[in-house]
């Protein structure tokens, strides 16, 4: 049976509601949603392109704390809120995944918990070797 492993960003709504941010089950890890709170702020307020920044980086210090990188990424779902904000994201999502080209799937929802919040996006990897 292949080892779970699971990943806290320490933050309590994982306690509250019940999940992790990652979880690493055998070569592969799941990274929950992940969104551009930082130290309890949003970062990039009105700026998808930055909030988009953010949380790839979230992300990749997750797949870091698992053994991970984000070239080990294979697939990518982004949840927007404004699809004409688009264009914002793609650039950041680029300038991470240009070379990587993870399978992606970009949707547009109409709300995110906080207003404010413009992204959100989730990850799996698979650790090459495992």
């Known amino acids: 049976m292949k080892e779970i492993t699971k990943y806290s960003s320490g933050v309590i709504w994982e306690e509250?509601?019940?999940y992790s941010r990652a979880v690493?089950?055998?070569?592969?890890i799941?990274?929950?949603?992940?969104?551009?709170?930082?130290d309890g702020k949003l970062a990039g307020v009105g700026d998808?392109?930055?909030?988009?920044?953010?949380?790839i980086k979230?992300?990749?210090?997750?797949?870091?704390q698992a053994g991970s990188?984000?070239?080990?990424?294979?697939?990518?779902?982004?949840y927007l809120t404004d699809m004409s904000r688009?264009?914002?994201v793609a650039k950041a999502h680029g300038e991470f995944?240009?070379?990587i080209k993870p399978a992606q799937t970009l949707i547009g929802i109409s709300a995110l918990v906080d207003p404010e919040m413009l992204v959100e996006i989730e990850a799996e990897a698979v650790i090459p070797g495992e």
Do not use: N, P
């Open 16 to 18: 509250k509601v019940g």
């Open 24 to 28: 690493k089950f055998g070569d592969r």
């Open 30 to 38: 799941l990274v929950s949603g992940t969104t551009a709170i930082v």
């Open 48 to 55: 998808a392109y930055l909030q988009t920044v953010t949380i």
């Open 58 to 64: 979230k992300i990749s210090g997750v797949l870091q």
């Open 69 to 78: 990188k984000l070239e080990d990424v294979v697939r990518v779902r982004v």
């Open 86 to 88: 688009f264009e914002e």
């Open 97 to 99: 995944f240009r070379e």
